[in-house]
């Protein structure tokens, strides 16, 4: 499904990678706690692997799922959204120590609490 996905857009994005990996590991790791699934162990593998590698590539690709119109925070779990969005402000805060211009803080990343 994800190969056939990405190979179907004429020009997949790094915001949709995330979306991809994320929805692969979901369903590694459902297939990984069945017992009675006879290769649950090649799953645990697998998912342990990409977990590795996603580990990494989340970083690179929070940030560009945030600037995607079409997500936005909408992409991230409540758990989540907190620590995107402190990954968006220390990028922007790097920025704003090279700039000579005064900048503000970005708002729009601001996580809002849900009661």
Wanted: one cysteine or more; glycine letters at 4%.
């Amino acid at each position: 499904m994800a190969t056939k996905y990405l190979s179907s857009s004429s020009y997949p994005t790094i915001s949709e990678t995330h979306f991809i990996f994320s929805g692969i590991l979901l369903h590694l790791g459902k297939f990984a706690a069945k017992d009675d699934f006879t290769h649950n162990e090649v799953a645990a593998s697998i998912s342990q692997k990409i977990g590795q590698y996603w580990a990494i590539m989340d970083k690179a690709s929070i940030v560009s799922v945030i600037l995607d119109p079409r997500n936005k925070l909408t992409a991230f779990t409540d758990h989540l959204k907190q620590s995107a969005c402190m990954h968006i402000q220390s990028i922007f805060d790097i920025y704003k120590g090279r700039s000579s211009l005064p900048m503000s803080s970005p708002k729009a990343c601001t996580p809002r609490s849900t009661q």
